[in-house]
């Protein structure tokens, strides 16, 4: 959805449908002189004052100090992976999309029960390759039939977000849903340079809205396997620590690699787990926990995602506690218009996928999503590289709309709005050839 008009009107509809706090919250900060003065948390210091003098201290100690910190107070602590997880294959055809990819679908059924809950994963190889090849792994939002216009590909029966426009109408996907989403997702592209695609609809894991967990992954698996969770309790049940709506997507995206790891035709050890937008969040709360993941790339994931805090520019962290308050931990909470006591900001979140390669990527008129934010917080994430003797962004200052840079933290803004092109694309294929091919067998 782009800032104007759709994000006005998404704005509007999250002050009037939901909590009356909304109407005394200032106006959308978009003014740069209006930043308040603020002082980032410091990777590298300990909480108890102690400084971080080497990788090894960092990979030891400081990082699970900080992991814990997003966990207890941003996103919510999660369940471990389920023990009788098990992968259905569902269909496999050869010479999809015009003979250039063998396409298939496996149900991944997190209790091992075909009739429990499960999610559908999408997978395109490039068809005739023959050495497993390195894979991108992102979270869709309309379908996986709204990813190509594959006419026989399954249109979801779960529940999705309400677009009429789009073919999605009483929270059903119809025919007409089909390909809604291939602007977002140039297969062809990425198996022509040699990638794997693997995706899931994000509404497998857990429908976004409020009530959302009864019917997802958090009513099933506990966090803490002593507190069983009630899908049918009359409030919330889950503890304030507890994971949110991202930190089931998130989860779900490490069970879609638990799953590559068994396809013998994905090199597992070299999946890019990439989203936009709030997937752009999870994909990087997903790398952050999840160090299988070998690279992570956020596109426009603003707020909550890339995107610093401290600056309160564009979305803040009361306003996006009030449009979706369920996707955070309930902690989270607290931090609305109190950003300086968050004890992390998120160039923090970008320094926890350190030494693996990160790309960060912004849109010029996605000002919601604070583009010059989500470029200082992956400079904020660059003394964490340096312990590790990896180059960061390469440049101090925010580089002009469509000049790509970074070595092992990659940026760039580019001109448009929220959304996702074939020049975010590009740009990510680029970025994975130099940092996953290289490891090429
Ligand atoms: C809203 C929300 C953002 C989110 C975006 C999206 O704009 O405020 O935080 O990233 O939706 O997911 O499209």
Redesign the pocket.
């Known amino acids: ?1 782009g800032w104007a008009p759709g ?1 006005v009107a ?2 509007l509809g999250g002050i009037l449908g939901l909590v009356g706090v909304h109407a005394a919250e200032p106006e959308t900060n978009y003014d740069e002189g209006l930043v308040p003065a603020y002082t980032l948390p410091d990777p590298l210091k300990f909480s108890d004052g102690r400084i971080v003098r080497s990788a090894r201290e960092w990979r030891r100690q400081r990082r699970a100090e900080v992991l814990e910190l997003f966990r207890d107070q941003v996103y919510g602590h999660s369940p471990a992976p389920p023990a009788a997880l098990r992968f259905v294959p569902v269909s496999e055809v050869r010479g999809a999309l015009g003979g250039r990819a063998i396409r298939r679908e496996v149900r991944v059924c997190f209790t091992g029960r075909e009739d429990g809950p499960s999610m559908t994963v999408l997978l395109y190889l490039p068809q005739g390759s023959t050495r497993p090849v390195p894979a991108f792994l992102g979270l869709n939002f309309k379908g996986n039939q709204g990813v190509t216009f594959e006419p026989d590909l399954p249109v979801t029966d779960r529940w999705v977000r309400n677009e009429p426009k789009e073919g999605r109408v009483n929270h059903r996907a119809t025919e007409a849903s089909r390909g809604t989403e291939s602007t977002r997702w140039p297969v062809a592209d990425i198996l022509a340079r040699g990638y794997a695609l693997a995706t899931v609809y994000y509404g497998d894991i857990e429908p976004d809205h409020v009530e959302g967990w009864r019917a997802g992954v958090r009513g099933v698996f506990p966090v803490d396997p002593a507190r069983a969770v009630d899908p049918n309790a009359t409030g919330f049940p889950l503890a304030d620590s507890d994971w949110g709506a991202l930190g089931a997507w998130a989860w779900g995206l490490s069970r879609a690699l638990d799953f590559l790891e068994t396809e013998s035709r994905v090199d597992a050890q070299r999946v890019a787990v990439l989203g ?6 999870a994909a990087l709360w997903a790398g952050a926990q999840d160090e299988r993941f070998a690279m992570v790339i956020s596109n ?6 890339a995107a610093l805090a401290r600056r309160v520019f564009g ?1 803040t962290t009361a ?2 506690n009030a ?2 308050p369920y996707w955070f931990c309930t902690n989270f909470k607290q931090y609305g218009h109190r950003e300086a006591e968050l004890p992390v900001d998120q160039h923090e979140l970008l320094a926890l996928m350190a030494p693996r390669p990160v790309y960060v990527a912004s849109a010029e008129k996605d000002l ?2 604070d583009p010059r934010g989500e470029f200082l917080a992956a400079q904020g994430a660059e003394p964490v590289y340096a312990l590790f003797g990896k180059g960061g962004l390469g440049t101090a200052v925010w580089p002009r709309v469509n000049q790509p840079v970074g070595d092992f933290i990659g940026y760039h803004v580019r001109t448009g709005d ?1 959304e996702v092109t074939l020049y975010d694309w590009n740009r990510y294929l680029d970025f994975a050839d130099r940092h996953l091919k290289r490891r090429a067998r």
């Open positions: 959805m994000r998404l704005f936009h937008s709030r997937l752009g969040k426009n994931s603003g707020e909550g995602g979305e306003r996006i449009l979706a919601w999503a929220h």
